[in-house]
DNA sequence: CATTTATTATACCGTTCGGTATATCAGATG
DNA sequence: CATCTGATATACCGAACGGTATAATAAATG
């Protein structure tokens, strides 16, 4: 049960650094320090692997999300505690995070994406969900639910990503968020 | 020279639906109908063959953003045409704007990262700039301008993203293009 | 103590990987 | 016609791929 969870462990920092389809059964073994019918007993293949790592890691943090996307507050309250939940996610495991992320933006016919679709999918709809349930605060929205989750985790997704690419290790500033989640609100002029 | 065209496009249609790593070069000729030899006579590697690709594909419509971000109108007029002429890649080849969102959003020491990691990072500036030089118009950004950067493009990418996943054949409607600047430049509550 | 069960390693499978040495072949050039 | 050059194919390379048959080991159980 301990190489089990190293194995994960490695596979996770490995997927991330390379890529899922860059990474060799073998390179994994070996950086866990065990052979490769271990692995194969615990996961049954390369892709099990990766599926127990996804579905291992993201109940939690996604559970977070909802919790504050279900709050019965007012939308800028939903909106900037959703955000605080996906950061943290990302804060908690930044390298499972940018995982998750490139997996999902890579090739819809790769066994990887298919993985990881439906997580995102149903993170996805929690959000879209939020501003349904926002509905009477927001005026009419013309059905443009969708289109402001889009923008929403376009916004922060993104910022993540660049964040992570230039500021390598520093924390994410309570107050970015706020910023973030105000310029998505109120737009630019402000 | 025929041959030359026929093995990026095929690449091109291979990278995007199964991914770079993913797909061996034994694949690429079968589909082109060549051999080996011709692969690597015209572009010497695999990752050679990709930063072809990139490059002959990437100058036309990064110039088209680049006009828009150029313009010297108010900066209303030219986040729309920005959104535009960023839309318009989109449209004119699809598999090539999705292969290289998928690559720029996968493992940061994978080399097909590398590769497109410096046509993003142009385009991604050519934005900021935008904003730079419409600090005037936009009150004291308080050095606002990447984040404002990344919230366009954020939206923009996400948006194409989910898009191109729901309405796979559908073309992008113009309204749609004004409703998400809009959202961008006023915020939700309008 | 004997037996079972969970866990791990040795050694190997056939296939595919990216890449290449060599030869051929067609068309242009002297 | 002879030669040269650009373009292509045949056939191969060693290494790595994902995966497994089999056996050993160690701890728990009867």
Do not use: W
């Amino acid at each position: 049960m301990e190489n089990r969870m190293r194995i994960m462990e490695c596979a996770k920092e490995l997927f991330y650094a390379k890529g899922y389809d860059a990474v060799g059964v073998q390179e994994i073994v070996d950086r866990a320090g065990i052979t490769k019918p271990t692995l194969y007993y615990y996961f049954g293949s390369k892709l099990g692997l990766l599926k127990t790592l996804l579905e291992t890691k993201f109940e939690e943090p996604h559970a977070a999300v909802r919790a504050a996307a279900e709050l019965k507050e007012d939308i800028r309250s939903v909106l900037y505690h959703m955000a605080k939940a996906y950061c943290d996610f990302f804060e908690r495991d930044r390298e499972f995070y940018m995982l998750m992320m490139a997996l999902f933006y890579s090739a819809r016919e790769n066994e990887a994406y298919q993985a990881v679709k439906p997580y995102v999918t149903e993170f996805y709809e929690t959000v879209v969900q939020a501003f349904e349930r926002a509905s009477g605060q927001l005026g009419n929205m013309y059905g443009r639910q969708r289109q402001f989750a889009i923008g929403f985790i376009g916004t922060l997704t993104h910022y993540l990503l660049l964040h992570s690419e230039a500021d390598a290790g520093e924390r994410l500033e309570e107050e970015k968020i706020t910023s973030l989640v105000n310029q998505f609100m109120y737009g630019i002029f402000t």
